[in-house]
Each structure stands twice: as C-alpha cells, then as structure tokens.
C-alpha cells in the first residue's frame, strides 16, 4: 500500500521528470566547446555558508541504484568515471587506477550508445577520445573540485549538453535492453522488474548517496552441507525477483518519495532519526500544513509561516478544514537509516477528516495552563527536546519518535517510555540553576507538564477510566489522587520557603523534590514541621491565607498519612499538580497586583 500511494501521489504531479530522468544539483559543470576541447569548470552554487547550493537540472537517471558495482550515468558523473582520474578517498583509503579505468571505459561506453545523431552528443565523444588530463588538473578550480568529488554535468560553451531539446530526443530515443519481465506487485501489470530499485535519498542518517526501501541482498553464504548457495533467494530468484517490481513503478514510487523527502520540501519533519512525510491522494493544503504540528520554525526566521499555522489552528478548531474535502485520503510514512536501507518506522492512512480529528484530540490532551492551543507552541520536536538529556534532539530515543507519532495518528495510548522520560528529567534537573543569576529555573516546563497530562489521560481513557480523575488544563481543587495532592502541597510549601526566606541558593525543591515525588513518607513529616517556622515569618494576614490552602490541600489526603511510594502514574500527577499550584499561585500573585498572567 505504502508503494502504490507514492506512485499515485507521483501520477499526480506533472511537474515531476519523467521516466528516464531526474532533478539534480550540479555544483560545477565541466565546459567544453564544439570541437570537444576543455575549456574549465565552471561555479554553478548559489547563496553563501550553510545555505550555499548547487543549481538544478534535469539530466538521465540511471533507473536504478549503483551498488558496489561499476554502472555510469549518462552524461553526468563524478571525477573518476568523467575523465579517469583517480581521487583519494576521504576515509583515507587509496584509489585503485585499474578500476577507474574500468569506470571512465563504462561511461564512455553509454555516451557511445547515443550514436553520432547529434552535433553535441559528437563534441563530447570527441573530448572523451582526446582527453587531456593534464589541462583538466591544471584549472584553476582543479582542487575545489576534486576535494569535493561531486558529480558533473557536461556542458558545451556553458550551456548543460542536457538542456537541448535534440540531445533529449536521441536519450529518449534509445533505450537499454529490456531485462526480465513480469507482473509488477505494485501496478498488477506485465512490466520489466527491476533488480535494484532507484537510490532513495533525503533521510538524515542514510547514505548521503541514497538507500534502498526495497531491497533484497544478493550475496553468497555457506550451505548447511558446507557447499556454496545463494543467500536470500527462494526458488532461484534473486534479488527484485523475490518481490517483483516493475521498471515504470519502481521509478514513480521512489521520484515521488526523492520529491517529498528534497530540502527544501514543506512536507517533510526530520525530529530525532525519524524522517517523516505526508502528502493526500488528492492535491490539498492540508499535506502541508500537518508538519506544523510536528516541526519548529527556523531560528534565523521564527516568525516563518506564522499565519499559516494560526490558520491551520482555527481551522482544525473549527472544522472547516475537512468540509470540502471529507473522503480525500491523507497518508503519513516515517521512515529511518539502517545500514545500507531505509526502514519503515510507521505508516498511517486515513482521511483528511480522520486525521484532522485526530491531531485535535492530541492537541486537546496537550493543553495545559496557560492555554497554547491556538499556537504552534507545542510541536512535537519540542515537545521530546523537552525530555531528552541536555535538551539535545541528538538524544531523543530512537524508538520514542515512531511510538508517539504512531500514537498521535491511531488515537492511542502514548508509550509508557514517554512519560517514564518526562518525570526522570525532571528530577534529573530538580536543582537546575541559571548560569547568569544562579537562580533556580523551572524543572517542570510547561512542555513537560504538556506531556505528562497527555500521557496520563490517554493511559486512564484506555483503561479504566472510573478509577482516576482526568488530569484538567488548570488547578483541579476537587481531585484527591494523594500523587495530586502531594504535588500542590509541594509547591506550596516551596512558595512559603520563599515568601519566608527570600532568594536563597537551596530551596526545598532542590533537595527534596525527588524524595517527595517517589516516597512521600521520608520527607513530608521534615517538610511540615519545617513549615511552622517559614508560616512564623510571614506577616499575619498572609500566614492565614497559606495556612488555609495547606488545609485544603491536606484535608484531601487519606487520614492513613503519607503514602511510603508512588507509582510512576502519581509521581506524572505529583508533577502536575505541582506545576498547577504554582501556575494557580503567580496567576493570582499577577491578578492581585493587576500584572498580566506571568508563564514560569
């Protein structure tokens, strides 16, 4: 199914190559005029740094991808096949002069199978057969160029040999010799299968020359009786045989997946190893608003489509955004790098309908206090920064990616890990201080509290719903769950330190939130007779005001005392009750003082 949707997605795109060909960048062209002499490389990337690139052209594909043997494009290649020089390797590893060799021979071949029908397809036969390696190596652009090793686009007084209308015609013209046919899997049609199907490329981690989606080894193990038998064949087929497909398909799916996986596509979230893409059977302009929930804007251009995502908002509010279009299907593939191949992470299809409804229901489980929701304030990328240690993408599980995003589309529990994650960093960082101040900063930030409601909510929604309250946006007075309730009194027994003791550089946060949130009986004995004291210093009227949401808070837990452990479910509700209080305590600070509502 995944590759039947790329390839109707592909049918629906005319702006796509055709078969037989394919979008490239070209960093450099290797110039040479009519008669086929070199007359240098000449720069085609534009922008400057990071955002320097090569510029586009349309040029023959291989159809297929290389392997570790010696195949040649047409008309376009690195160095070593284009004129025969040997390049050093970047893993240090020597060059071998023999199979270069054999590697310009095989593209100086495919060149010859053009025949002489064109003027320019003859200039550049008549360079391939006076080559003169000592002037290519002595241009001015000779070590850019061969530090690079990136293919090269032939072109003739600078215009790509490619872009003439008569060049085509004869590529088009001639065709290779038609391989073994069969009925493709993907079309049901009679068809060339192909053995290697064209090289995917745009999946971080992937080789940066592309992988394979479907792919079938073809190597040489040893038998059981310790003769030699073909590996992974069954009944004499090797390779695409064991899962044929045909030549016409195998192009469509991977140019359509090349097409949403480019830089620059708008359909596409990279968050941890996980390459995400969406796109609908139908055109529509929600395949490219659906990433808004998963990505973040650049941080050179924060307020990037900006409108687009409060559009998106109301929209997915309102529910105008499936009115027009209830039935037309919506498709989501993740996919990461494994060795050699891409795997499949997850696959969801649905309709445009479905999938809205379900990207309301995970925004709704993630609101919390102050309400974001109309915001792109709670991106998934974000969200398991949030979690990860130091708060580096880099060290997202890997596994935790394809779990919560196949939660999100299937309307399913969260997984386990991601609230396990969510309260282990939090005590990881429960005495976390600012560098510049030395004050302590929030350890339970509003994306982990996000989070952690999400998952406690789901988790009770699935299972036994009438034995919990769910977890609201705001302070919920009327929950007992003691995880709850420990959790305000908590924060408001940090508040009383606070308003006691002034800025101090140990709070009871720093040294006791992990003991509180776990095994409530080895500190909340400490706590509340450390209270008397903070309570005395206080003046009277404000004594009386916490002595009263400490009764409140308290009346609410078991007369049996303090529970001796919390099981990871409490200590998520420890945490948001927790974060609740305090959010409660500076909401009403601000009001009193006629601030606006303050965010910690």
Same mark, same amino acid.
């Given at each position: ?35 086929? /002499? @070199?007359?240098? @490389? ?61 590697? $310009? ?272 304030? =709670? ?63 929030? $350890? ?35 929950? /007992? ?52 004291? $903070? ?26 005392? @303090?529970?001796?452990?919390?099981? =990871? ?20 600070? $601000? ?10």
């Amino acid at each position: 199914m995944i590759l039947q949707a790329l390839k109707e997605y592909y049918d629906r795109k005319p702006d796509l190559p055709r078969e037989g060909w394919e979008r490239r960048e070209f960093s450099y062209l290797a110039v040479i005029d009519l008669s086929g /002499n @070199f007359l240098g @490389f000449k720069e085609m990337s534009e922008g400057v740094g990071q955002k320097k690139r090569g510029k586009e052209y349309l040029v023959p594909s291989l159809g297929e991808k290389k392997g570790n043997g010696i195949k040649a494009n047409l008309l376009w290649e690195n160095l070593e096949y284009l004129f025969g020089i040997p390049v050093q390797r970047k893993n240090g590893k020597p060059p071998d002069p023999e199979r270069v060799g054999r590697q $310009h021979l095989a593209f100086e071949e495919r060149v010859k199978l053009l025949g002489k029908k064109s003027g320019k397809v003859n200039a550049v036969l008549s360079f391939l057969n006076q080559l003169d390696k000592a002037k290519i190596q002595s241009d001015p652009l000779w070590p850019t160029v061969v530090k690079r090793n990136q293919p090269m686009l032939i072109a003739i007084d600078g215009v790509p040999v490619t872009d003439d209308p008569e060049v085509r015609g004869v590529i088009s013209s001639v065709t290779k010799s038609p391989g073994k046919v069969g009925r493709c899997l993907v079309t049901g049609l009679e068809n060339e299968i192909v053995p290697l199907e064209p090289p995917i490329k745009g999946v971080r981690g992937a080789n940066p020359t592309g992988a394979s989606l479907v792919s079938v080894n073809n190597k040489v193990a040893n038998g059981i009786n310790g003769g030699a038998v073909p590996a992974f064949s069954s009944f004499l087929k090797e390779q695409g045989n064991n899962s044929p497909i045909g030549k016409c398909a195998s192009f469509a799916y991977s140019t359509g997946l090349n097409y949403l996986l480019r830089k620059d596509s708008k359909q596409k979230v990279q968050i941890g190893d996980a390459t995400t893409v969406f796109w609908s059977a139908k055109e529509s302009p929600f395949e490219c608003a659906v990433p808004f929930f998963f990505s973040e804007p650049p941080k050179d251009d924060p307020d990037k489509d900006i409108e687009a995502v409060k559009a998106l908002y109301d929209s997915i509010w309102n529910g105008s955004f499936a009115i027009p279009e209830d039935e037309n299907r919506f498709f989501v593939l993740g996919l990461s790098p494994n060795s050699a191949r891409i795997a499949v992470r997850f696959w969801t299809e649905g309709s445009v309908r479905e999938i809205g409804s379900l990207l309301k229901r995970h925004v709704d489980d993630l609101a919390i206090v102050p309400d974001r929701r109309r915001e792109n304030a =709670l991106p998934l990328r974000r969200l398991l920064r949030a979690i990860a240690s130091q708060e580096d993408e880099k060290n997202i599980p890997p596994n935790l990616v394809g779990e919560t995003m196949r939660a999100i589309f299937s309307g399913t529990p969260y997984p386990a890990t991601l609230l396990q994650a969510s309260v282990r960093r939090i005590r990881a960082e429960q005495g976390k201080k600012n560098k510049k101040t030395g004050h302590s900063e929030a $350890h339970i930030t509003f994306e982990r509290a996000a989070l952690i409601k999400a998952c406690l909510n789901r988790s009770l929604r699935f299972g036994n719903p009438q034995r919990e309250k769910e977890m609201t946006m705001g302070l919920d007075v009327f929950n /007992n769950n003691v995880g709850y309730r420990l959790g305000r009194l908590f924060a408001l027994l940090e508040k009383v330190q606070g308003e006691a003791q002034g800025s101090t550089n140990s709070t009871i946060r720093d040294r006791f939130y992990g003991g509180a949130s776990c095994s409530p009986v080895t500190v909340f004995g400490n706590l509340m007779r450390l209270r008397v004291h $903070h309570l005395a210093k206080l003046s009277v009227g404000l004594r009386i005001i916490r002595e009263r949401q400490m009764q409140e808070i308290v009346s609410g837990i078991p007369s049996i005392g @303090f529970p001796a452990h919390l099981d =990871l479910a409490d200590q998520g509700r420890f945490a948001i009750g927790y974060y609740h209080q305090m959010q409660d305590l500076f909401t009403k600070r $601000h009001e009193n003082n006629g601030v606006e509502r303050k965010t910690i």
